[in-house]
């Protein structure tokens, strides 16, 4: 059983530039989790999906981000026009929705804008 | 609103010392409970997690955490550190009243393991 992939692992843009990740979740987790850690902080909520359904977005998600889960698998989250205050690590997780439910992480992204 | 406080920022222990990561929540109800180690550069690995039953919860690599409700504590117990262990540990609660489970994490502990 594969575990949570992400890719790319690292991402080093310029300021205004658009850039696309992507989330590989545990195969038959129906839901998937986006989060964002900063520097010395633990990871931020930034949204979630049921399957394809994307049922929240936190405040931290503006209008420049955008996910995305078309088939229900996989999922990919884009930032237009990046600031450098976007700069951080994106982490994604899974879960199976039966009963006490447990999010498993993949290694994350690695966003600097420079 | 519904908080976690990892009060240490930093811990140094030498190896094969034993280890205790303080980690205290805020919320109205029964939470879940995690513990999750990142090494540098890397996702979170689960450690191990609380949903009910027994207070006191067996993880990998040797890891315990105890709830205490009346402390509204969830504190990793580990009896001999080795050095990998060197991490940083966060304590995450799941706030459940949503629907689904959006996970609130503590800031983390920085552990040092000196030789």
């Known amino acids: 059983d594969t575990g949570v992939s992400q890719d790319p692992r690292h991402k080093i843009t310029k300021r205004g530039q658009n850039v696309t990740f992507r989330c590989d979740p545990i195969s038959e987790h129906n839901r998937l989790y986006w989060y964002r850690q900063t520097l010395g902080q633990g990871p931020e909520f930034l949204t979630y999906f049921q399957n394809e359904a994307q049922l929240e977005k936190s405040r931290l998600l503006s209008d420049r981000f955008s996910a995305e889960r078309p088939k229900g698998s996989f999922s990919t989250l884009e930032i237009q026009r990046t600031e450098q205050g976007d700069s951080a690590m994106y982490l994604c997780a899974s879960s199976l929705v039966q009963g006490a439910e447990t999010q498993y992480f993949g290694p994350g992204t690695r966003l600097l804008v420079l | 609103a519904q908080s976690v406080t990892q009060p240490d920022i930093h811990i140094t222990v030498s190896e094969g010392a034993s280890l205790e990561l303080r980690c205290n929540y805020s919320?109205?109800?029964?939470?879940?409970l995690f513990w999750y180690v990142q090494s540098p550069g890397q996702g979170l690995q689960l450690l191990l997690k609380y949903f009910s039953g027994d207070t006191l919860v067996q993880g990998i690599k040797g890891f315990e955490a105890e709830f205490k409700r009346s402390q509204s504590s969830f504190n990793l117990r580990k009896p001999s550190v080795h050095w990998s262990d060197a991490a940083e540990y966060f304590c995450a609660v799941a706030l459940l009243n949503t629907g689904f489970q959006k996970l609130v994490f503590g800031t983390g502990t920085r552990l040092l393991v000196s030789p």
């Open positions: 919320y109205g109800a029964t939470p879940y």
